[in-house]
């Protein structure tokens, strides 16, 4: 896929847009202002995957702990601003990389003015994000996907006005149509970094639904320079999730395990082999592709684009690299034969890998 041409925002020392990486991001949901509780949170999400995290600022409270949390975050912090734009002010003094405001629920222009004019003194880019709650008055009586646009339009060429150009726009929606509609629809015709998310998603199962979908097909599309998944509950759950998203499309590297729904022809768990391999794999960025088939007529053949795999049989199955069988072994031997093979490829990978760089 082609990536659609867009300016470079640094957030840190993390780049969005251009022809940088999709970086994946999320947000806490500790009391910003408990210092240790949310720098603890904000390292299990660097440890799982996270690039950038952003911390809610409801509160003076909240804005003071910011300092602290800035300086001790493996990564670079985003200060999510609602209402207040005195929170914004003391958010961008405490050192934060990025700002997330909603300009549409500040008090007034002058506001947004003040907390703009600082972020660009200061160099630090500005995301503009704007929901169904935020809709520009002039704009209401829109379609909602072309409200969300004009409104995100209306109030980048602001802040723009203002000097700040280091922009990062997000239209969202709990409708995955809309935030569909809306983010191609603003793509075609500026070339801002977009973050990319379906709002209010649910619980995990409605999250990984909605967020495949709605963030799978702009990607696929070439939009998209950032993305956070919205999951109900821990954010650590939402990291697995948007990775998984990026490997399925080829955008990020890691291992794939490819598995069969199993059928009448299975001779063994597969669901229970699948998932040791799946532990076994945890961890690793390696581009390694493992499969694990129940039957003959999902075996060699049908997976010979994976590196490694089994094929279990009614007694004993098969070992194969690359779509050749290795080894014909019982069914309870074909696991740790798999195991060792992957071992052995991934070495390989490794290998080249070093070679290349």
């Not at 409104?151 to 929606?173: H, M, N, P, T």
């Not at 391999?277 to 129940?294: I, N």
């Not at 590196?307 to 779509?323: E, N, S």
């Amino acid at each position: 896929m082609q990536r659609r041409v867009t300016r470079t925002v640094w957030v840190g020392n993390v780049p969005l847009g251009g022809e940088y990486p999709i970086a994946v991001q999320s947000m806490t949901n500790t009391d910003t202002s408990d210092i240790q509780r949310t720098l603890q949170q904000i390292q299990r999400l660097a440890e799982a995957g996270c690039q950038l995290v952003r911390v809610a600022v409801p509160d003076a409270d909240s804005a003071r702990a910011l300092s602290k949390i800035c300086e001790k975050s493996p990564v670079p912090l985003i200060a999510d601003i609602h209402f207040d734009h005195n929170l914004a002010l003391a958010a961008l003094a405490a050192g934060v990389a990025k700002l997330r405001i909603n300009p549409g629920t500040m008090a007034s222009s002058r506001a947004v003015a003040r907390v703009v004019a600082e972020a660009a003194r200061l160099g630090v880019p500005v995301r503009v994000g704007v929901n169904s709650g935020s809709i520009h008055g002039k704009y209401r009586h829109m379609p909602r996907a072309e409200a969300l646009v004009k409104s995100a339009l209306y109030y980048c060429q602001v802040i723009e006005d203002l000097g700040c150009r280091d922009i990062v726009v997000s239209l969202k929606s709990s409708s995955v149509r809309e935030t569909y509609e809306a983010t191609e629809l603003f793509a075609r015709s500026t070339d801002y970094p977009l973050h990319l998310g379906v709002t209010e998603a649910g619980t995990e199962l409605s999250g990984i639904i909605k967020s495949s979908v709605g963030i799978g097909a702009l990607l696929l599309q070439g939009i998209g320079d950032t993305l956070r998944v919205s999951v109900t509950g821990p954010p650590e759950k939402e990291i697995p999730i948007a990775l998984g998203i990026l490997q399925a499309l080829g955008l990020r590297e890691g291992p794939e395990v490819i598995s069969c729904p199993t059928c009448a022809r299975t001779g063994h768990d597969v669901l229970q082999a699948a998932r040791e391999v799946e532990r076994h794999l945890a961890g690793t960025k390696l581009p390694l592709r493992v499969a694990v088939m129940g039957c003959a007529v999902n075996g060699p053949g049908e997976a010979r684009h994976a590196h490694v795999g089994i094929a279990f049989g009614p007694k004993q199955g098969v070992l194969f690299r690359r779509g050749q069988v290795v080894a014909a072994l019982p069914n309870a031997q074909l696991l740790p034969a798999l195991l060792a093979l992957i071992a052995q490829e991934g070495a390989g990978l490794l290998k080249d890998k070093e070679g290349e760089q």
